[in-house]
């Protein structure tokens, strides 16, 4: 649930005032808010019906009802997890890295592969760009493409990646990895980077994300949520398996000839 609370919170600059409060009440209150409807959340918050619905929708909903729905599949997934025994608490993860790795297999389009590693060969520069949990496959890909003989790089700071963003041509390439695809920074460079027709892929973890509309080829792992508390323990391998793929396939096609 963590990470669907962080997708909403990531959308509070598009929000009034009065919309904030709503948002804040949903963030801070997820199993209250599943319990009530809009007349009586809007009642509790001395808001109009209105302005939870348009809340909502700015959210990325189709309204109150939509949110509900997801928010309530959240909750209920939390509460499942507690309850696991702890005897069966690695069995869950082993689990759920097979349940990712299997899906994330499935998923892979070759032609798409084909198509990311023939961009490789194409550009003169390759910037990876990830954030947080996602930069280190980016550095892992970067030390790859580098050892082979591109010019390539991964780089944590965000401020330098904004630079870079405002400074790569249509001769470049961008690879952006995000599990979510709705990190702000992410869509913030993807902006600057179609603004400078600099040719873009994105690798995400999430189904119908943002960030996959913003560039000119999308890939798609798949990744489960795992908390630990507050602790973010969800799997970037899949990611990682995505960018292996590409790589190998520009080394073996393209570099090659």
Not at 11 to 23: D, F, P, T
Not at 213 to 240: I, K, W
Request: glycine share 4%.
């Amino acid at each position: 649930m963590q990470v669907f609370l962080k997708r909403l919170s990531q959308q509070r600059e598009r929000l009034s005032q009065l919309e904030m409060e709503v948002l804040e009440y949903i963030l801070h209150h997820p199993d209250k808010v599943v319990r009530l409807n809009v007349d009586e959340l809007a009642k509790k918050l001395f808001v109009s019906t209105a302005t939870i619905s348009r809340t909502c929708q700015q959210l990325g909903f189709r309204g109150f009802q939509d949110m509900k729905y997801s928010l309530s599949k959240e909750v209920f997934q939390e509460k499942q997890n507690m309850e696991s025994s702890n005897s069966d608490v690695l069995s869950n993860h082993i689990n759920r890295v097979q349940l990712e790795m299997e899906s994330t297999l499935k998923s892979i389009a070759e032609g798409k592969i084909i198509s990311a590693a023939k961009y490789i060969h194409e550009s003169n520069y390759v910037e990876f760009f990830g954030v947080g949990n996602s930069l280190p496959p980016c550095v892992d890909a970067a030390r790859k493409l580098m050892f082979s003989g591109k010019v390539t790089s991964a780089r944590e700071d965000w401020d330098e990646l904004r630079s870079v963003a405002n400074s790569l041509s249509k001769d470049d390439l961008a690879i952006l990895v995000s599990y979510s695809g709705e990190t702000i920074y992410m869509l913030e460079y993807a902006a600057l980077l179609k603004k400078r027709n600099v040719k873009t892929i994105a690798i995400t973890g999430q189904q119908n994300n943002r960030l996959q509309q913003e560039v000119d080829l999308s890939l798609q792992a798949y990744v489960t949520n795992c908390y630990y508390g507050d602790l973010d323990m969800s799997s970037r391998f899949p990611l990682s398996v995505i960018l292996d793929f590409i790589i190998l396939t520009y080394l073996q096609q393209f570099k090659n000839k």
